[in-house]
């Protein structure tokens, strides 16, 4: 991780207001829809969604599971989760702080959600995380983020070298298949952005990983 995560969750409550109209990228709006259909829970299902932001995938999937819980290290951007999921009138989500390698929620979950966070975390650290998350019991994990598919250090990087450390898939798909996961789908939205899913091994075929 380049910056520690109290400096990560200062500098995401101080842009927290003006978060989701800096998110309009094309590339950004694809990955957050697949991630919602693929994690596709049902009226039974309870949700978590670590990196939660201001609450986007959360409150689009809330409508469709018994459930959502969103976890994130600033406070700022769920306050204005909090104040979306308010004005749409769900009232079974919950924002609460959390951390991939250590999400404070030790209910029943059947679906782990992230979308465009995990990208901060070091591999060694991703793998912790991933890991830490199987250890919560989900049936299906779906990752949206920042990844790289080709070279990891393309001309015009996606991302910013400064604080963020994208894996590549392969690495990705290896500490989810060391976590006990299969990987089910792979979802290439630009050379440097993909969703990955993943369902507990055994219960879907495993499908190639994309290097």
Do not use: W
Request: a negative charge; proline letters at 5%.
């Amino acid at each position: 991780m380049k910056k520690t995560i109290e400096e990560h969750a200062d500098r995401f409550s101080q842009i927290a207001a003006d978060y989701d109209e800096t998110q309009s990228s094309d590339e950004y709006r694809a990955c957050a829809s697949l991630v919602v259909d693929h994690a596709d829970p049902t009226p039974d299902d309870v949700v978590l969604d670590l990196g939660t932001g201001t609450g986007a995938i959360a409150l689009a999937l809330a409508p469709k599971a018994k459930r959502v819980v969103g976890r994130d290290i600033s406070e700022g951007m769920m306050e204005q989760a909090r104040k979306k999921a308010a004005e749409q009138g769900l009232d079974n989500v919950e924002f609460g702080e959390g951390r991939f390698r250590d999400p404070n929620y030790d209910g029943d979950v059947d679906i782990v959600v992230s979308n465009f966070a995990m990208h901060h975390l070091s591999d060694e650290e991703k793998r912790e995380a991933i890991q830490t998350i199987a250890d919560l019991g989900p049936r299906r994990f779906v990752l949206g983020d920042v990844m790289f598919f080709g070279e990891p250090n393309p001309d015009e990087p996606f991302y910013s070298p400064e604080v963020d450390d994208p894996a590549t898939v392969g690495m990705l798909a290896d500490a989810l298949t060391d976590a006990g996961f299969a990987l089910t789908a792979v979802e290439c939205v630009h050379e440097q952005v993909g969703v990955l899913v993943a369902e507990r091994a055994g219960d879907r075929d495993e499908v190639p990983s994309a290097e």
